[in-house]
């Protein structure tokens, strides 16, 4: 009788911390993004910014605009890192209500980059690159997923129009 009022009581518990780590999760799944516009948009591993180095592979974003419901923008790469190649899938515009977007190619002026090799520390671009975004108040969230093995790496920059 004990053994069985034990069990009962540990499930329980362990229903109730359930509830309290979903809870948790799903609130911070909803709070709003930080609108400041004072971040620092060139951090200590690579400048000018907005940029970010992942393990010697870094990629700098310039001349962001929001025309309609389209953000343009322009990038470079610089490879020193195990990653051998640049491409249009490793990138997703993030936008202020958290909606995500790929590359686009079907606006004037949109265009995409094949997959280009290099690395050695040679430079691609700069490329233009155009993104469609439900909402156009900034700031924008540029995630970059370069190949760097199985497990690395990935980041999100944070973005304004220039």
């Known amino acids: 009788m004990a053994r069985r009022l034990l069990i009962t009581l540990g499930v329980v518990v362990a229903m109730i911390i359930a509830a309290v780590v979903a809870g948790a999760a799903y609130t911070a799944l909803k709070s709003p993004l930080s609108l400041q516009t004072t971040t620092n948009l060139a951090p200590?591993?690579?400048?000018?910014?907005?940029?970010?180095?992942?393990?010697?592979?870094?990629?700098?974003?310039?001349?962001?605009?929001v025309?309609?419901?389209i953000v343009r923008m322009t990038l470079k790469f610089k490879n020193s890192s195990p990653s051998t190649h640049a491409a249009p899938e490793d990138l997703t515009l993030i936008d202020s209500e958290r909606r995500q977007g790929s590359l686009i190619t079907d606006a004037p002026n949109c265009k995409t980059?094949?997959?280009?090799?290099?690395?050695?520390?040679?430079?691609?671009?700069?490329?233009?690159?155009?993104?469609?975004?439900?909402?156009?108040?900034?700031?924008?969230?540029?995630?970059?997923s370069p190949d760097?093995?199985?497990f690395c790496c990935e980041t999100n920059i944070t973005i304004w129009p220039s």
């Not at 400048?47 to 870094?58: E, I, K, N």
């Not at 997959?115 to 700069?126: C, E, I, K, L, V």
């Open 44 to 65: 200590t591993n690579c400048s000018p910014g907005p940029c970010t180095d992942l393990q010697g592979y870094t990629i700098w974003i310039s001349n962001v605009q």
């Open 67 to 69: 025309n309609n419901d």
């Open 113 to 144: 980059f094949p997959r280009t090799d290099f690395n050695r520390g040679a430079t691609f671009g700069p490329v233009d690159v155009c993104f469609r975004v439900t909402n156009t108040t900034p700031p924008f969230i540029l995630h970059w």
């Open 148 to 150: 760097l093995g199985e």
